[in-house]
């Protein structure tokens, strides 16, 4: 049996855990969710039904690690020998910029995704404020650094970048430059490349 097993999709954010997984030279088996007929094991291992879920088998027992970017940081934790998780001097960027990709820009491309208005006035309420905010935000970090933490990729980079990444090819994000260099900065990974290939080649299967 492989060390892990991911529920994922090939369309979905199973993608981010994918790439997580190829970083962190991880043995891991995929199964693939059918959204009409979800394993049991997947409403066992969590009862939002959601991928991407992740099982790491221990010889102390089974644990679940859901939510994309809590995937993303584990996997960077059990796996220190592939040098993802933060060194001291990097942990605060680590921890701020992935927390601010999983909060407040996910929910604010889903609120423009959705059409959903923030009444005037009231982004002081928001979290994201509104996504203006939040994409200057991000693009001020990513115009004066390589990576999230400064000039190493780490983890922060799988998940922050595949917001980014994302974004760009769905037209969420506008291809401001230090968006769209970010991108290719990601895209020339081998991991990177190794992981999307899978899921494409899967997505390439469902439509022949
Ligand atoms: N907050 C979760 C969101 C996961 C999520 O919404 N996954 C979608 C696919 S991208 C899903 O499983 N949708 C099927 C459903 O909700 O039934 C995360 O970041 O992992």
Redesign the pocket.
């Known amino acids: 049996m492989a060390e892990f097993t991911l529920f994922t999709?090939p369309?979905?954010?199973?993608q981010i855990a994918r790439w997580a997984l190829h970083e962190a030279r991880a043995d891991y088996e995929a199964v693939l969710?059918d959204?009409t007929d979800r394993p049991p094991a997947l409403a066992a291992a969590n009862p939002?039904?959601?991928?991407?879920t992740l099982i790491h088998h221990t010889p102390g027992g089974d644990r679940v690690v859901?939510?994309?970017?809590a995937?993303c940081a584990y996997l960077a934790a059990v796996r220190p020998a592939s040098d993802l998780a933060p060194h001291e001097d990097e942990l605060a960027d680590y921890l701020r910029w992935m927390f601010f990709a999983?909060g407040p820009v996910?929910q604010a491309i889903v609120a423009g995704a959705m059409g959903w208005e923030v009444a005037s006035g009231r982004e002081g309420m928001v979290g994201f404020g509104s996504l203006d905010r939040v994409l200057t935000t991000l693009e001020g970090l990513l115009a004066s650094r390589d990576w999230v933490c400064g000039s190493r990729f780490t983890m922060a980079d799988v998940y922050v970048g595949s917001q980014v990444d994302w974004g760009l090819n769905f037209g969420s994000i506008p291809p401001r430059p230090a968006f769209t260099a970010y991108a290719q900065r990601l895209q020339a990974r081998p991991a990177y490349q190794a992981a999307k290939a899978i899921d494409n080649a899967l997505i390439e299967k469902a439509r022949t």
């Open positions: 999709h369309m979905s954010r199973g969710v959204w939002m039904g959601k991928v991407p859901a939510e994309t970017a995937i999983a996910e």
